[in-house]
Structures are given as structure tokens and as C-alpha cells.
């Protein structure tokens, strides 16, 4: 624990919980035991357990930079850019429907900012934009910046009706095709 801070560390341990046993088979109880903490630790650093999953996209938007370096590897900003959102996908598909299904519900209760837009994501998918535009990648002119924003808005729709179809949907296949129309990409980089 001496890299992290305690609330961080109760945070990993509890979403590698949640990753192995399903969010709502762990409880606080679970969570402390495998931090070795006591509860009352567990509540000074956190309101709840579903304080945990109001984050995480916080945690997922930082996790992102493992993918950078395959970012840069692609010979196209059209693939650099479904890197961004791909990677996205996976990483929050692995915690499941019921996970995402509850942030979701606690932030319709209350805006805990969970679905803000991250500055560290927005400003590396805006200059892949950008890079694409001046390419001729992506034929759709519009401001960078607006064109992310539509794409973060379609991509959370496509994660509600993931969560609705309880992960009976090709939530990458359909992004893909969503965001293929959005950015008007050339013919020859849409997948077939």
C-alpha cells in the first residue's frame, strides 16, 4: 500500500472483487476482509460501497495510458481513435451489466459526475480528431471537440442498452458502426 493511498488500494481490492465475484454478490464485509481493515477504516475513507463504482470511470479514463502506447503503434488515427473507445468498452465490460447497471442508477438518483467527461481522455481523443480530419480520415469537418462529445453521448447509450439487454449486445460492433457514421470515415478504413 505504500505506492497508494488507502482509499485507492480499497478501491483496486474492491473492484477485483467485484470483477471476480459480480458487484452485487460482495459487501462491505467482503471488501474489508480482503483489505485487512476494519470498517471503520473502510467508512472514514468511503461513504458506501457504492462510493466505489461512482469512480470508475475516473480509474478506467486513467487505466487508458496502458493502451497509449498501442495508440501510437497504428498507422491511421481512425484506429487510434477506436483504440480510445475500444479499450473503453473492454475495460468496462469486464466489471458486467449489473456493475455498470448500478453507477448508473446512483448517478439518476444523484449526479455524481461518473458520466463528466475526463480532460485526460477528451484531449487525446480531440487531437487523434483533429490529426484524422487533416488526413482525410474522417470526412465529418465539425469541431473536434463537439464530434467527441457526440461520440461519448452514443457511447453511453449503447452501455444502457448493454446493461438492458444484460450483455446481449455487441456493444464494440455497434460502436463501431455508430462512430463510423458520426466521423464520415473513408470507405476503405470502415470494417466490413
Known amino acids: ?10 478501491i483496486e481490492t474492491a473492484n477485483q472483487l467485484f470483477l471476480e465475484k459480480g458487484y452485487q ?16 477504516t473502510f467508512y472514514y475513507h468511503l461513504k458506501s460501497k457504492e462510493d466505489i463504482i461512482l469512480h470508475f470511470y475516473d480509474s478506467v479514463t486513467h487505466n487508458i495510458s496502458q493502451y497509449l502506447l498501442t495508440i ?11 483504440i480510445c473507445f475500444e479499450s473503453l468498452v473492454k ?7 449489473d456493475f455498470l447497471s448500478q453507477m448508473m442508477i446512483s448517478n439518476l438518483k444523484e449526479d455524481y459526475g461518473s458520466y463528466d467527461f475526463r480532460s485526460e481522455l477528451t484531449d487525446i481523443a ?17 469541431d473536434a471537440l463537439e464530434l467527441y462529445k457526440a461520440s461519448a ?3 453511453l447509450g449503447h452501455e444502457v442498452t ?3 439487454k444484460k450483455g446481449k449486445f455487441d456493444w464494440s460492433k455497434e460502436i463501431r458502426t455508430a462512430l463510423e457514421n458520426i466521423y464520415d470515415v473513408i470507405p476503405e478504413l470502415r470494417k466490413q
Open 1 to 10: 500500500m505504500s505506492n497508494i493511498t488507502t482509499k485507492d488500494f480499497i
Open 25 to 40: 454478490n460482495v459487501t462491505v464485509i467482503d471488501i474489508c476482509e480482503a483489505c485487512k481493515i476494519s470498517k471503520t
Open 72 to 82: 501510437l503503434t497504428k498507422d491511421n488515427y481512425w484506429d487510434q481513435l477506436l
Open 91 to 97: 475495460e468496462a465490460s469486464k466489471f458486467g451489466t
Open 126 to 142: 480531440v487531437m487523434i480528431i483533429k490529426k484524422g480530419q487533416a488526413s482525410g480520415q474522417i470526412r465529418n469537418k465539425n
Open 153 to 155: 453521448y452514443i457511447f
Open 162 to 164: 448493454w446493461c438492458i
